[in-house]
């Protein structure tokens, strides 16, 4: 068997056919037998599949010359080729459901007004030099944060991507300002929204982890500034980058350390359940009476 890979990747690139897109994107796909989800709007494409290696390197080629497309960074991760039942291909309003588009601006340079973007190195240099001063800021929905997050960082109170203009907005953030802040998500695209957000609403000096924790944990593994896993939204669920990885989840019903999440057996829930090896035998630590609620199609960035 081929050796297989995941690719997550993204570019903000104004796309005027979102649906001739779609179209070039699905046979191109097909035609490779890739799997994964791919979600196309007027502001660019965010995707993340897997397969062969040999076919994601084609894929990557044909991709690049759409003319939009050519400066798209694909970042590249280990699989064991089953992450992904099928192939989705969707257009929307939003890359990701801030539920904000007609404030995002996109040129071809990509994000107008977001914030500054910096390789790992610039972060820990960053903090090297100015220390505490510095705040990191995770841009991903609070329940990722359970098992893996930048030190000291500030976790927001909310469930999905469409909370953090209100949660920006609510002034609990205010002292913050004038603070040099941080951003940081899986892959980068959600801190591409997450800082234009803050910046527009008065956060003076913002920066967003180029690539994600995915680049920064590649580069640093878990001597850096990263403690604990990487929630994935795909088979895998959770990702380490060295097998030195700090656990910092703890389960729901024992406070055993843990970074396993399970799905909860409740049909109308769709939440995840963070859970030991031991209690996560037990059915009944498995099934809740939570309401509904939809985690983001986001698609580990």
């Known amino acids: 068997m081929e050796l297989q890979k995941v690719i997550l990747?993204?570019?903000?690139?104004?796309?005027?056919?979102?649906?001739?897109?779609?179209?070039?994107?699905?046979?191109?796909?097909?035609?490779?037998?890739?799997?994964?989800?791919?979600?196309?709007?007027?502001h660019g494409i965010n995707g993340?599949?897997?397969?062969?290696?040999s076919a994601l390197k084609k894929y990557v080629r044909r991709t690049k010359e759409y003319p939009g497309f050519k400066?798209?960074?694909?970042?590249?991760?280990?699989?064991?080729?089953?992450?992904?039942?099928?192939?989705?291909?969707?257009?929307?309003?939003?890359?990701?459901?801030?539920?904000?588009?007609?404030?995002?601006k996109v040129d071809e340079n990509g994000v107008v007004g977001g914030g500054v973007h910096l390789k790992?190195?610039?972060?820990?240099?960053?903090v090297e030099e100015r220390g505490d001063e510095v705040v990191f800021f995770d841009g991903r929905n609070a329940f990722e944060a359970k098992i893996g997050k930048f030190k000291n960082a500030i976790i927001p109170d909310v469930?999905?991507?469409?909370?953090?203009?209100a949660e920006i907005e609510s002034g609990k953030y205010d002292h913050l300002k004038d603070k040099p802040i941080v951003t940081y998500c899986t892959g980068g695209i959600r801190c591409e929204i997450l800082t234009s957000v803050m910046k527009n609403r008065g956060f003076n000096e913002v920066y967003q982890v180029k690539g994600g924790i995915v680049r920064y944990g590649k580069d640093r593994g878990d001597a850096g500034l990263w403690e604990g896993s990487l929630y994935?939204?795909?088979?895998?669920?959770?990702?380490?980058?060295?097998?030195?990885?700090?656990?910092?989840?703890?389960?729901?019903?024992?406070?055993?350390?843990?970074?396993?999440?399970?799905?909860?057996?409740?049909?109308?829930?769709?939440?995840?359940?963070?859970?030991c090896d031991t209690c996560s035998l037990?059915?009944?630590?498995?099934?809740c009476i939570h309401a509904p609620a939809q985690h983001d199609f986001e698609m580990s960035q």
């Open 232 to 275: 994935t939204f795909d088979a895998r669920m959770a990702l380490d980058f060295t097998a030195d990885a700090k656990v910092i989840g703890e389960c729901e019903k024992c406070a055993a350390p843990t970074k396993e999440f399970y799905n909860c057996h409740t049909p109308t829930c769709h939440q995840l359940v963070l859970l």
């Open 159 to 165: 469930t999905t991507s469409r909370d953090f203009v």
């Open 71 to 104: 400066k798209t960074d694909f970042k590249w991760s280990e699989a064991q080729g089953d992450q992904f039942p099928r192939l989705a291909i969707r257009i929307r309003d939003e890359l990701v459901a801030f539920g904000n588009p007609d404030e995002l």
């Open 48 to 53: 993340t599949l897997g397969g062969d290696m």
């Open 120 to 126: 790992p190195k610039q972060v820990d240099k960053l």
């Open 9 to 42: 990747y993204y570019c903000f690139t104004p796309i005027s056919d979102p649906e001739a897109i779609r179209l070039f994107q699905l046979t191109l796909c097909e035609s490779l037998g890739l799997k994964g989800r791919i979600i196309i709007s007027p």
């Open 282 to 287: 037990e059915d009944r630590n498995r099934t």
